[in-house]
């Protein structure tokens, strides 16, 4: 949950004060820090939850990230060439407060407590 928040606010840092040097700096670092670990995670979330047939979420979350990157490429195209480049930062943070409220809603089934 952390990660994506993090990733969330780093975007909205970056939409809303892009003409702070210090401010976009710091939001880029810690995008990357919340960015980084995401793969790892949503990949060890999908194994907590689904217990035996693991394997194949794996495969399905390896496979909708490699699909979201390409349908990024595109949407971020499209977006870039109709209104610019700042429409980029905002369309990221509608799509990661619907990844947080996904995060969210299912994070005590990805992570669940032990014994």
């Known amino acids: 949950m952390g990660s994506t928040l993090l990733f969330a606010f780093c975007v909205l840092v970056l939409a809303v004060f892009s003409g702070v040097p210090v401010l976009v700096h710091a939001a880029v670092a810690a995008w990357g820090f919340a960015f980084g670990s995401s793969p790892s995670l949503c990949v060890g979330s999908a194994i907590n939850a689904t217990g035996a047939p693991s394997d194949v979420a794996q495969s399905i979350t390896i496979t909708v990230f ?20 700042a429409s980029i930062t905002w369309a990221a943070l509608a799509l990661l407060i619907a990844a947080d409220a996904a995060v969210i809603s299912g994070v005590r089934h990805a992570f669940p407590k032990g014994p």
Do not use: K, N
Request: proline fraction near 0%; aromatic fraction near 4%; charged fraction near 0%.
């Open 66 to 85: 490699s699909a979201s990157i390409a349908l990024g490429g595109f949407i971020g195209g499209l977006l870039l060439a109709g209104l610019g480049a």
